[in-house]
């Protein structure tokens, strides 16, 4: 059991860190008569404040620690904040969420043959000599975005040309899961909901744009 443990310790961490962020919202929803709609409706409240869109970049930063998807936070932004102030809010903490991973992969690079994922031998090379463009390339392939930036750590790529590929990187998936959620137009917590036809063929389209340019990548670089 305890071998288990060690080889499988930051998944547990994970679930114990999970179980302690239910338990808080438990806790405090109890604490406070709540149902989970009316729990909904207060953190709608609270991200409609002014200090709003930092709550939300503080989330989004710690997001890689618990591996909460990221598309849903970006969703979430286009349903409070809309398309516009949605895709600038998403935009920045997404970009900023890769700098943790990015951090612990420089704190704990150890021997780079035991640690390397096997797609990224592919990029090698190019992170060396080119590691603005070598990012890019990873972003729009869609690799495992932590597991992308936890190795970028290792290989220590330089942080200026890691964060500025990575936040060009995320646009046009940023601003088509902003889309998503911008068409949600109404309050979900009543039910009244409805969708916005326009903006969710826009958001549709870049993802088709979007798997387009992956599938181009992937065939010319055989990942």
Sequence with gaps: MLKWVKNHRWQVVVVILWMLFLLGINRYMAAHNLTFTGFLEELSDIFSQWYGPLIYIAIYFLRPVVFF???LLTILAGSIWGLGLGFVFSLIAGTLSSILPYVLGRWFAVAEDATLQPWITHFTGMIRTHPFQAVLIIRLLYLPYDTATFVMGILRVSFV????????????????FVGIGASLEGNITDGGVSLNPVVLIFSFLLLI???GITRYLRSAVDV
Excluded at 161 to 176: E, H, K, R, V, W
């Design 161 to 176: 040309p890691f964060i500025l590929a990575t936040g060009i990187g995320n646009i046009i998936g940023t601003l088509s």
């Design 69 to 71: 998807p990221a598309s």
């Design 209 to 211: 744009v979007s798997i």
